[in-house]
């Protein structure tokens, strides 16, 4: 199971799809107001989001699917989504792999995160948007994750973006507490060394869980699975396999 990022959609797994299919049965998800997933749901869903529903329609999935136990590969935000999965059903996780994982906004992020919240409503999404892509993936190399990322968020709507922005709130309370809370799920966090945001709190989350480990990539930035396309599928391929036995 591929879970993307906000403002992402299914199509960011396309280095991974050509190397996993050679061992994994796969399913890639447009979570809702993403990709395809935009037209079915922008008009349907009007409450507030949170991670915990956002989560349960992956699992709803499942459930629609037959499938009772998965393996799961997130990216970025879409690994806190991944997370809470576990929290709420963790006999449908076999395994965790979790690249450019948040799992918490460090002050800079923090600061970013409020400024955009105070001008969400005057200035048009994409501005914000483009502005988070380039300060959370500054690095030049880092040039067609920014613009995968860009172009995909394009087909979100205004409003569809304040909704999934609404979420940034909750990030640091729920890192909180899954910091505290050991799930025995293994675990693999793929981060880019350059990932100046993220890494540091992956540090200190790893140190915490015995369930889990970090794999660094050298010279790369936060989307390691788009720039780093073959160390990451072979890293976390391995790691499925290990777990399958």
Same mark, same amino acid.
């Given at each position: 199971?591929?879970?993307?990022? +906000?403002?992402?959609?299914?199509?960011?797994?396309?280095? #991974?799809?050509?190397?996993?299919?050679?061992?994994?049965n796969?399913?890639?998800?447009?979570?809702?107001? %993403?990709?395809?997933?935009?037209?079915?749901?922008?008009?349907?869903? &009007?409450?507030?989001?949170?991670?915990?529903? $956002?989560?349960?329609?992956?699992? %709803?999935?499942?459930?629609?699917?037959?499938?009772? +136990?998965? %393996?799961?590969v997130?990216?970025?935000?879409?690994?806190? /989504?991944?997370? !809470?999965?576990? =929290?709420? &059903?963790? =006999?449908?996780?076999?395994?965790? $792999?979790?690249?450019g994982?948040?799992?918490?906004?460090?002050?800079?992020? #923090?600061?970013?995160?409020?400024?955009?919240?105070?001008?969400?409503?005057?200035?048009?999404?994409?501005?914000?948007?483009?502005?988070?892509?380039? /300060?959370?993936?500054?690095?030049?190399? *880092?040039?067609?994750?920014?613009?995968?990322?860009i172009?995909?968020?394009?087909?979100?709507?205004?409003?569809?973006?304040?909704?999934?922005? !609404?979420?940034?709130?909750?990030?640091?309370?729920?890192?909180?507490?899954?910091?505290?809370?050991?799930? +025995?799920?293994?675990?693999?966090?793929?981060?880019?060394?350059?990932?100046?945001?993220?890494? @540091?709190?992956?540090?200190?989350?790893?140190? &915490?869980?015995?369930?889990? *480990?970090?794999?660094?990539?050298?010279?790369?930035?936060?989307?390691?699975?788009v =720039?780093?396309?073959? =160390?990451?599928n072979?890293?976390?391929? *391995?790691? /499925?396999?290990? @777990?399958?036995?």
């Amino acid at each position: 199971m591929f879970v993307h990022g +906000a403002g992402g959609s299914s199509s960011i797994w396309c280095k #991974q799809v050509k190397a996993y299919k050679q061992h994994f049965n796969l399913l890639l998800i447009d979570l809702r107001g %993403h990709g395809k997933s935009n037209r079915l749901l922008k008009d349907l869903i &009007a409450k507030r989001y949170t991670f915990q529903s $956002v989560s349960r329609d992956i699992l %709803h999935v499942m459930d629609h699917l037959n499938i009772q +136990a998965a %393996h799961f590969v997130g990216m970025s935000l879409g690994t806190i /989504i991944v997370r !809470t999965a576990a =929290e709420i &059903a963790p =006999e449908r996780i076999l395994s965790m $792999v979790l690249g450019g994982a948040v799992t918490r906004f460090n002050t800079r992020s #923090q600061v970013l995160v409020a400024l955009g919240d105070l001008f969400k409503h005057v200035i048009p999404y994409m501005w914000l948007y483009k502005l988070f892509a380039y /300060i959370v993936m500054p690095q030049r190399n *880092q040039r067609q994750s920014r613009l995968l990322f860009i172009r995909e968020a394009k087909k979100l709507c205004q409003k569809e973006f304040k909704r999934w922005y !609404t979420l940034t709130s909750e990030v640091n309370p729920l890192m909180r507490y899954f910091k505290e809370s050991d799930l +025995a799920i293994p675990t693999l966090y793929v981060m880019g060394e350059l990932d100046y945001m993220f890494i @540091q709190p992956v540090k200190e989350m790893v140190a &915490a869980h015995k369930f889990s *480990q970090l794999h660094e990539i050298a010279d790369c930035g936060h989307v390691c699975n788009v =720039e780093r396309p073959d =160390e990451f599928n072979q890293r976390s391929i *391995q790691f /499925i396999q290990n @777990q399958i036995g």
